[in-house]
């Protein structure tokens, strides 16, 4: 069952060029979807156009069949879709435990969201453990495991997350991907952007290639891991090293 569409959209910032040209994309309800293109591909705008932080200048993205696009990022978030940004954007000098409570923010019902946060923490056990820490004193990956267990406190339907490997150490990407796999067997739609292009292939059902703002190609993961275009892309470029891309 499809659950996000997006159709043609183009978008860019300000009065500057389109960044993404007539880009269409359609996912899959409770699959994790990766997407992977060179730097400045336009994939973090395009998690920025779903989550409606950017209106498209033309084009449209369908949640289950309804237009959401033009609706305010809080109306796209109270729809159930959450973006974990690149940056994280934890509150540093706040506690893990009040970065949780801010994540469920638009839930007015305070038993509500204790018990939401119990749920959290029965899945990410690992954030338990600091939940009384200051969110800044945490490990890069500590605090990736708490950004997602904060989008977790909105009940999401679909969860993005921009490069959430980005600076970690080999050990700890595993960590979040299996975290990752864990928001599937939740039932949620995943959708991330990544850099590391072979993790994020072993870990998704379907990739989708993205370059220059237009979507180059798409397939099962596995796949697109193997598809010659992607080692042209990438080594062509120079983009990332051959270790990425030959693992
Ligand atoms: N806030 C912004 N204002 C203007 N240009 C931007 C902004 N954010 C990104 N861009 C430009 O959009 C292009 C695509 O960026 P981005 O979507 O971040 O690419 P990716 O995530 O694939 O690396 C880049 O050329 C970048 O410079
Ligand atoms: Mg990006």
């Known amino acids: 069952?499809?659950?996000?569409?997006?159709?043609?959209?183009?978008a860019g910032y300000g009065m500057g060029p389109d960044i993404l040209s007539r880009v269409s994309v359609r996912f899959e309800a409770g699959l994790i979807h990766c997407l992977i293109g060179p730097n400045g591909a336009g994939k973090s705008t395009?998690?920025?156009v779903i989550a409606g932080l950017l209106r498209p200048r033309s084009g449209r993205v369908l949640l289950e069949g309804k237009v959401i696009s033009g609706?305010?990022?809080?109306?796209?978030?109270?729809h159930g879709i959450c973006l974990v940004p690149q940056d994280r954007s934890l509150f540093p000098d706040m506690t893990v435990r009040e970065n949780l409570l801010m994540g469920g923010y638009i839930e007015r019902d305070q038993r509500q969201v204790s018990r939401r946060m119990?749920?959290?923490?029965?899945?990410?056990?690992?954030?338990?453990?600091?939940?009384?820490?200051?969110a800044g004193t945490l490990s890069g990956g500590e605090q990736q495991m708490v950004a997602i267990a904060r989008g977790l406190m909105v009940h999401p339907r679909v969860m993005m997350?921009?490069?959430?490997?980005?600076?970690?150490?080999?050990?700890?990407v595993d960590r979040i991907f299996e975290a990752i796999s864990r928001l599937k067997t939740m039932g949620i739609t995943v959708l991330i952007v990544e850099q590391n292009v072979r993790k994020g292939l072993?870990?998704?059902?379907?990739?989708?290639?993205?370059?220059?703002?237009r979507l180059s190609f798409e397939g099962p993961a596995r796949e697109v891991m193997e598809d010659p275009r992607l080692q042209e892309?990438?080594?062509?470029?120079m983009v990332l090293s051959n270790r990425e891309v030959q693992g």
């Open 1 to 10: 069952m499809l659950i996000l569409e997006i159709e043609e959209v183009s």
């Open 46 to 48: 395009l998690l920025r």
């Open 71 to 78: 609706l305010r990022p809080d109306q796209i978030l109270a």
């Open 118 to 134: 119990e749920e959290v923490l029965e899945i990410f056990p690992e954030v338990r453990r600091h939940l009384n820490h200051r």
């Open 161 to 172: 997350l921009d490069e959430p490997s980005l600076g970690l150490a080999p050990l700890v």
């Open 202 to 213: 072993a870990y998704a059902d379907r990739g989708y290639v993205l370059d220059m703002g």
């Open 233 to 237: 892309l990438y080594l062509g470029r």
